[in-house]
């Protein structure tokens, strides 16, 4: 069974920073991709950050030069440091990983940006 588990959302300031963590209950390279999603109120899931297998990364354009995908082979976890948070991130965070042909979805972390 394939798990993925977010920590790290919470409350922050506008100007803040928060870091995500998606740990996988598999080897991460087994993954083709991984990746983090959003959604706020009312709104569609959006593409925030993915990176594929041999490490090359791709952002949303409204995260550009703010958030920042990386990965730790050795803990098999995905992070996804947020720096410079406006209001507008505000929104539930999704680990995402796509292994063996299947979407597999965390359960979401809370971010609010918010003064």
């Known amino acids: 069974q394939v798990r993925l588990v977010e920590s790290g959302g919470g409350l922050v300031q506008p100007g803040g920073s928060l870091r995500l963590s998606c740990a996988g209950s598999r080897n991460i390279f087994s993954f083709n991709y991984m990746g983090w999603y959003r959604q706020a109120p009312e709104k569609k899931r959006e593409l925030v950050a993915t990176?594929?297998?041999?490490?090359?990364?791709n952002y949303a354009d409204s995260i550009k030069g703010r958030f920042t995908i990386s990965r730790d082979t050795a803990k098999d976890t995905v992070y996804l440091q947020m720096n410079s948070l406006k209001p507008e991130d505000t929104a539930v965070y999704y680990c995402?990983?796509?292994?063996?042909?299947?979407?597999?979805w965390g359960q979401g972390t809370q971010v609010t940006v918010s003064s």
């Open positions: 990176i594929n297998v041999r490490g090359g990364t």
């Open positions: 995402n990983g796509f292994y063996s042909g299947t979407n597999y």
